[in-house]
Nanobody, 127 residues
Framework: QVQLVESGGGSVQAGGSLRLSCAASGFTYSSNYMGWFRQAPGKEREGVAAIRAGGGTTYYADSVKGRFAISQDNTKNTLYLQMNSLKPEDTAMYYC????????????????????WGQGTQVTVSS
Protein backbone atom coordinates (compact mmCIF):
# COMPACT_ATOMS: atom_id res chain seq x y z
CA GLN A 1 0.00 0.00 0.00
CA VAL A 2 1.46 3.30 -1.12
CA GLN A 3 1.84 5.88 1.61
CA LEU A 4 3.16 9.43 1.53
CA VAL A 5 3.78 11.20 4.83
CA GLU A 6 4.72 14.87 4.93
CA SER A 7 6.52 16.66 7.73
CA GLY A 8 8.38 19.88 8.35
CA GLY A 9 5.61 22.43 8.16
CA GLY A 10 5.21 25.17 10.72
CA SER A 11 4.95 28.87 11.34
CA VAL A 12 7.65 31.25 10.20
CA GLN A 13 8.06 34.96 9.63
CA ALA A 14 8.36 36.41 6.16
CA GLY A 15 11.85 35.94 4.78
CA GLY A 16 12.37 32.75 6.73
CA SER A 17 12.94 29.20 5.54
CA LEU A 18 11.42 25.76 6.00
CA ARG A 19 12.24 22.34 4.62
CA LEU A 20 9.41 19.95 3.98
CA SER A 21 9.96 16.20 3.80
CA CYS A 22 7.81 13.47 2.29
CA ALA A 23 8.52 9.88 3.26
CA ALA A 24 7.31 7.44 0.62
CA SER A 25 6.62 3.78 1.21
CA GLY A 26 4.84 0.89 -0.48
CA PHE A 27 6.06 1.61 -3.98
CA THR A 28 7.07 -1.46 -5.99
CA TYR A 29 8.44 0.76 -8.75
CA SER A 30 10.23 4.06 -9.01
CA SER A 31 7.57 6.73 -9.37
CA ASN A 32 8.27 8.70 -12.53
CA TYR A 33 7.08 11.99 -11.12
CA MET A 34 6.78 13.29 -7.60
CA GLY A 35 5.69 16.74 -6.66
CA TRP A 36 4.61 19.26 -4.11
CA PHE A 37 1.28 20.99 -4.26
CA ARG A 38 -0.36 23.54 -2.01
CA GLN A 39 -3.84 24.68 -1.25
CA ALA A 40 -4.84 27.84 0.57
CA PRO A 41 -8.35 28.27 2.01
CA GLY A 42 -10.84 29.01 -0.73
CA LYS A 43 -8.34 28.37 -3.50
CA GLU A 44 -7.61 25.56 -5.91
CA ARG A 45 -4.80 23.13 -5.24
CA GLU A 46 -1.81 24.28 -7.27
CA GLY A 47 1.43 22.67 -8.29
CA VAL A 48 4.49 24.17 -6.65
CA ALA A 49 7.38 21.95 -7.71
CA ALA A 50 7.91 18.55 -9.27
CA ILE A 51 10.78 16.26 -10.12
CA ARG A 52 11.12 13.57 -12.71
CA ALA A 53 12.90 10.37 -11.80
CA GLY A 54 15.99 9.33 -13.70
CA GLY A 55 17.27 12.56 -15.17
CA GLY A 56 15.99 14.56 -12.25
CA THR A 57 14.37 17.27 -14.33
CA THR A 58 12.68 19.77 -12.05
CA TYR A 59 9.67 21.97 -12.57
CA TYR A 60 8.58 25.04 -10.63
CA ALA A 61 5.63 27.34 -10.52
CA ASP A 62 6.60 30.88 -11.50
CA SER A 63 5.62 32.12 -8.06
CA VAL A 64 8.32 30.05 -6.34
CA LYS A 65 11.15 29.99 -8.87
CA GLY A 66 14.41 31.02 -7.31
CA ARG A 67 13.05 30.54 -3.79
CA PHE A 68 12.04 26.87 -3.58
CA ALA A 69 14.07 23.79 -4.45
CA ILE A 70 12.78 20.25 -4.84
CA SER A 71 15.05 17.25 -4.36
CA GLN A 72 14.84 13.59 -3.53
CA ASP A 73 16.98 11.05 -1.73
CA ASN A 74 16.27 7.68 -3.29
CA THR A 75 18.25 5.86 -0.62
CA LYS A 76 15.78 7.18 1.95
CA ASN A 77 12.70 7.21 -0.31
CA THR A 78 12.21 10.81 0.70
CA LEU A 79 11.19 13.88 -1.26
CA TYR A 80 12.15 17.35 -0.02
CA LEU A 81 11.07 20.91 -0.62
CA GLN A 82 13.47 23.58 0.57
CA MET A 83 11.57 26.85 0.88
CA ASN A 84 13.52 30.09 1.28
CA SER A 85 12.51 33.75 1.33
CA LEU A 86 9.03 32.75 2.36
CA LYS A 87 6.19 35.20 1.81
CA PRO A 88 2.76 35.45 3.47
CA GLU A 89 1.21 34.32 0.18
CA ASP A 90 3.04 31.00 0.56
CA THR A 91 0.74 30.19 3.46
CA ALA A 92 -1.13 26.99 2.62
CA MET A 93 -1.44 23.29 3.27
CA TYR A 94 1.35 21.57 1.37
CA TYR A 95 0.85 18.13 -0.11
CA CYS A 96 3.26 15.57 -1.48
CA UNK A 97 2.13 13.62 -4.55
CA UNK A 98 3.34 10.76 -6.73
CA UNK A 99 2.22 9.17 -9.96
CA UNK A 100 1.18 5.56 -10.19
CA UNK A 101 2.65 2.84 -12.35
CA UNK A 102 0.29 3.79 -15.17
CA UNK A 103 -0.72 7.39 -15.43
CA UNK A 104 -1.94 10.02 -17.83
CA UNK A 105 0.45 12.94 -18.09
CA UNK A 106 -1.27 16.31 -17.98
CA UNK A 107 1.82 18.18 -16.94
CA UNK A 108 4.28 17.87 -14.07
CA UNK A 109 2.50 20.58 -12.07
CA UNK A 110 -1.03 19.47 -12.87
CA UNK A 111 -2.83 17.72 -10.04
CA UNK A 112 -4.62 15.23 -12.31
CA UNK A 113 -1.30 13.69 -13.32
CA UNK A 114 -0.89 12.36 -9.78
CA UNK A 115 -2.47 9.30 -8.22
CA UNK A 116 -1.17 9.28 -4.67
CA TRP A 117 -1.35 12.06 -2.11
CA GLY A 118 -0.18 12.65 1.42
CA GLN A 119 -2.30 14.16 4.19
CA GLY A 120 -0.55 17.51 4.02
CA THR A 121 1.52 19.72 6.30
CA GLN A 122 0.57 23.29 7.15
CA VAL A 123 2.87 26.19 6.35
CA THR A 124 2.02 29.59 7.80
CA VAL A 125 4.07 32.68 6.96
CA SER A 126 3.42 35.84 8.93
CA SER A 127 4.35 39.34 7.83
Amino acid sequence: QVQLVESGGGSVQAGGSLRLSCAASGFTYSSNYMGWFRQAPGKEREGVAAIRAGGGTTYYADSVKGRFAISQDNTKNTLYLQMNSLKPEDTAMYYCAAVGGYYTYYGALKRYTYDYWGQGTQVTVSS
